[in-house]
């Protein structure tokens, strides 16, 4: 159980353009869900956490009008890459947060979307 | 959430066990240690946690020391699916914070 699937699973575009990636817990609810962005032999960095009917909170540094995110359900988290540019280029990986019981709550991590703008 | 140190890179000959250090001498009373692993170009892989015993699961042991200042994650016996960036995370369950990575540690099992 506790699976996060990611699509689209690579991407590529052309500079200017949108991409939307989509982010869904397929076995569970998840009212938070969280995304990071990992380029080449760096390690993960988080980008936002995104609340089930609520607006996304995003780390220092992290355009929101660039990267918009939509968590409208319980199991869907959506961000987007607005006019996306070369530099954006990156693979990004979401998570959903599993809560058990009152105290308790795991992360389970998607399989990541390598996205590549030309 | 405390700061973890971890070494850059490690080389273990399959089969042998596998032992990744972590150093988190600022950790909290209430914050777990969590150990994650990427595979290249997938999304990371819980592996196992603990709060101040040590921990086994069908993956893994975790060993933390009693003052909590340091752990230790086994691999009993390596294989070369093993080979990953292995990450040490500490943070408070109870918050439901997200997690923030370091820079891991990259595992090369050796045939």
């Known amino acids: 159980g506790a699976v996060v699937s990611q699509h689209p699973s690579w991407v590529i575009c052309k500079s200017g353009t949108s991409v939307k990636i989509e982010c869904r817990s397929l076995?569970?609810?998840?009212?938070?869900m969280f995304w990071y962005r990992q380029f080449p032999k760096q390690s993960l960095m988080l980008m936002a956490t995104s609340n089930e009917g609520s607006k996304a909170t995003y780390e220092q540094g992290v355009e929101k009008d660039k990267f918009l995110i939509n968590h409208a359900s319980l199991t869907l988290s959506t961000l987007t890459v607005t006019s996306a540019h070369p530099e954006d280029s990156s693979f990004y990986i979401c998570s959903a947060r599993l809560q058990r019981g009152r105290s308790y709550n795991e992360q389970f991590f998607g399989p990541g979307t390598r996205l590549t703008v030309l | 959430d405390a700061k973890t140190t971890q070494p850059p890179s490690m080389d273990c000959a399959e089969g042998r066990a596998a032992n990744l250090p972590c150093n988190h001498s600022t950790i909290s009373g209430n914050e777990y240690v969590y150990w994650y692993r990427q595979i290249h170009s997938q999304g990371p892989q819980y592996i196992i946690h603990g709060l101040k015993n040590n921990e086994t699961n069908e993956m893994a042991s975790l060993i933390i020391t009693e003052d909590r200042k340091s752990s230790t994650l086994i691999l009993p016996h390596a294989t070369l699916r093993d080979t990953a960036v292995y990450y040490c995370i500490v943070r408070a369950s109870n918050t439901g914070n997200q997690f923030y990575f370091g820079t891991g540690t990259s595992l090369t099992v050796i045939p």
């Open positions: 076995d569970f609810q998840a009212t938070t």
